[in-house]
């Protein structure tokens, strides 16, 4: 008997997914070498932290109908500064949950993300970030892992030469989870501190 080999359209989506996050390193780190070969260093490992207000665009394994997203979360990263307008982070985070009467979901893991700056005024800049992240979903029914591409965009202020206050929008689209794509975002404020 004949075994049907091609892939599934999940494992299209995977391996798709993967392919573009590939690209998109490739690319940042073309971009960071660039940068640094034409800029005056500025190197430098920075962490910080944030709160953040989850919305769940989509339920997660049919929960979460009802509601957009319950909080708060939260995320916690390292960065290294390649140059004035390039970094790499990583961390791990928390998306709260969303939930409706027949149960809850909730999404934490890890994440890399590539971030830009562009100065827009003295002590303002505009980020940018393209990542991928690796979460656990957890539901009341069943858990699943799975892998997210990962896009935001916010408001930096630098209150001194250390410390900058940030205020960003971070949007998740997961590849298959449960059967599905799910989509969530998150708003945050929070704290990055340089060494």
Known sequence: MRQNTSPTPVNRSIVALRSGVATWGAVCL??????AASTAHAEAFYAGGALTAPAYNDPINGYGEDSGGH??????????QFTPNVAVEAGVMNLGRTRDTGGSATLYGG???????LPLAPQWSLLGRVGVAQ????TS???EQDTALKLGAGLQYEVNQTMAVRMEYEHYRFSSAFGSKPEVGQISVGLKIGF
């Open 135 to 138: 979460a656990r979903l957890s």
């Open 71 to 80: 909080g708060p979360g939260y995320k916690l990263y390292g960065g290294y």
């Open 141 to 143: 029914g069943q858990d």
């Open 111 to 117: 994440f890399v993300d590539a971030v830009g700056t």
């Open 30 to 35: 073309g971009l960071a070498a660039l940068s």
